[in-house]
C-alpha cells in the first residue's frame, strides 16, 4: 500500500518535471529513448575505456557522465581493458583503436575530425570512437552522444571513414556591447556579464561551450562588430581570458572586433592610419599583449569603413592595407583577422547591391595570407531572401567565409518561428559557376573551390540572457543548424531539423514529422508574408520591426524602402540588368543570362532584378499584381497551418515549451495578417487593382498602418 503510494507519487513528481521544461537544457536533454529495446542496446556502452588526461578529456567525461545519466539513468564505469568495454575512446596512436580503419583515416580527420565504428560482439554493441586528438575525441563524442540523445539505432552510429569539418572557423559573432545590450539581440541581455568578470564564473558560460562544442562551433566573436575599444583594455582583457580559460577545453577559440580608431581611443596616437608605423606598433604590442594572456586567441573580426564605423579609407588607404596592418601584428602568434565585406559608403549613390564587390574584387590577391574576408550571404543585408552574394566565387585568391544572421532582425526577431536551414543550404547549394560550373557557395566557402588556406563560416548570434537562450524554443533550431553545417554544408535541412527535434522535443515518429514540415516550410512561410516575388528591405525604419514600404524619410537613400521596392503607377521592382544598376553582370555568365530577363527568372528572385509592371502576366497565367497578393495570402494561410499542427502537438510535448510556442504563434500569425494587409494597402495604390478573389479585405486602413510607432522595439542599436 504505502510502496505503492510511494511509486504513484514519483510517477507523478516525473511527470511533473517532464511537464516542466525551460529549454535551458536546449538540445542536450539527453531524455532516456523512447524505444525500451534502443536502450537496452545503449546500456553495453556503459562500459567505457578512455584513458583521460587533457582538460578536453576531462569535459568528455563529465558530458558522458551527463549524458549517460539521462538517457539510461545510469552512471559510465570505466573498463581497463577494450576488449571488455562497449564504447572505446581511443587516439589512433593509442592502437587499439587504429585497426578499425583503413589507414588514410587518421590523415583525413586531421586535427579536430574523427571516425567512429560500429560492430556486434555477441549479441552487444561496441562502438570505437577515434581521433588524432583530444578535441577530436571529444567531437566523436558528440556525434555518438547526438545519435543516441535522438534515439537512434546504434548501427547508424558509424562514419563513412572520417568526419572532418569543412571549414577551420565555425564561429558565432557575438554582437554584444560592453553594457550588455545585444544589437539585434531578442533574447534578452548579453551573456557575458561584464562586471563580475573575470572572477565570477557563471554555469551559463559552461552550458554555452558545451552546447558550442556538441556541434563543432570552434570560434565565437564576443563583442559587436560596431566596436568599442575599451574591450582591448587591460582589465577587459583580464575578463575576456577568463572566458578563454572556460572555452579552452571545448576547442573553442575568442576573437575580439577591434575598433579600427582604438589607437586613437585608448592607444593616445593622432591617428589610426595604417601605414603609420606607430599605428603598426601599438597593435603590434596590443596583439602581443593580447597573446600574453590568452596564447590562443583566435584573432581579429573587423567591421570598416561600413555604416559609420572607422577604418583604412578615413586615411585615403584601402581594406587590404587596413587589414594586413592587423594581420602583420597577429601573424606572429598565427591569428588570424576576419574583415568583413559589409560595406557601402556614405559618398556613392551607386547601388548599394554593387558595392561590396566593386571594392573587394579589385583587391583580391592583396591580402596577408592570414586575412579571410567575411561576406554576408547576400548582397543588401540579411533580408528573407536574396540571391547569393556575388563575391562568392569573386574572389579565387582570397578566403572568402560566409557571413548569415542567425538572430531574426529582418525575419520576425525572437518572435516568429522561422527555421534557417533551408535558407541555409539553399546558398550554401547555389552553383558560382565560378570559376566554372559545378562550383557551389559551399565548394568556394570551404577552400575547395581555390584551394584557399582559411575558410570559415559565422552566424551573428541569436543568444541572450532569456532562460532558454534564443527567446524563441525554435529559434534553438537555427545556433544547432549553423553549427551543423559549418561543420559539413551538404548536410541537407530536413535531416538536420529531424535530428534536433528528436535531442529538443520528442522522438515520436509522427511528432518528428508534424514538427519537421512546421519548420521546413517556415522559411518560405516569412518570405510570402513579408517580402514576396523578391521584394527586399521594406521593413520599420531602424528597428526593422514590422511593415514600412511607404518609408522615405532616412538620411540616405539607401535607407528608404522606397528606394529598394521602386513601386509606382507602372510597376514594382529594382532593374538591376544592363537597363538599370547593372548589379547582375556582377555575376558568372550563366547566372546573367538566367536573371537577365523576368521570364527566366524565378518568382522568388523577380523583382531583386526586374521593374515588372503590375498587369504584366507571369508564367502561371496571373498577373504581377495577382501573384503578389496570393503570396501574402499565402503566407499568412501557412503560419495558420503551423498554428493547426502545433495544436495537435499537445501530447507530444511538454507543455511548457508548448504553451510557449502556441503563444508566439498567435503573434506571429497575427503579424503576418498586419504585414499582409499593411503592404497590400499599400501597394494597391499605385496597382489600383482590386485584391484577387481568397485575398480578404485590409483590417485598417492604409493610414492607420502608417502611423503605428514602435520606439521601444528590441535590439537597437546604443
Ligand atoms: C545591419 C544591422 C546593423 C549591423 C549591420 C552589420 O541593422 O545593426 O551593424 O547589419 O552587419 O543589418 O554590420
Redesign the pocket.
Known sequence: MWKKAILWAAAALASLIATAETGYELWQRYAPPAQATIASQYRSLLAVHFRSGTPTDSVLLAELDRAFQGMLRSRPRLSPSPQSAGLIIQLFQESAVAAWWPSSVPQQCGPEGFAVHHRVVAGRSQVFIGANTSIGLLYGTFHVLRHMAAGRPLAGVATAGASAPATRWRMLNH?DNLDRSV??GYAGQSIWNWHTLPDYIDQRYIDYARANASIGINAVALT???ANATVLTPAYLEKVKALAQVFRPYGIRIFLTARFSAPIEIGGLKTADPLDTAVQGWWQRKADEIYQRIPDFGGFLV?AN??G?PGPQNYGRHHADGANMLAKALAPHAGVVIW?A?VYSHETPEDRFKQAYQEFVPLDGRFDSNVLVQV?NGPI??QPREPFHPLFGALPRTPTMM?F?LTQ??LGFATHLVYLGPMFTEVLGTDTHRPTAGNTVADVVSGKSFGYTQTGMAG?SNIGADLNWTGHPFAQANWYALGRLAWNPRLDAASIANEWIAQTFTQQPAAVASIRQMMMQSHEAVVNYMTPLGLHHIMGYGH?YGPAPWYDKASRADWNCTYFHRADQHGIGFDRTSTGSNALQQYAPYWQQQWASAKSTPLSLLLWFHKVGWSEGLPNGKTLWQNMALQYQQGVQQVQQMQQSWAQLRQAVDERRHQQVTQLLHIQASEAVWWRDACLSYFQTFSKQPLPAGVPAPQHPLEYYQQLRFPYAPGQ?H
Open positions: 554582437w544589437e539585434r559587436n562588430v560596431n567591421k561600413s555604416e564605423q568583413r559589409f554576408k543585408d540579411f557571413e544572421q532582425e529582418y551573428v526593422h542599436a
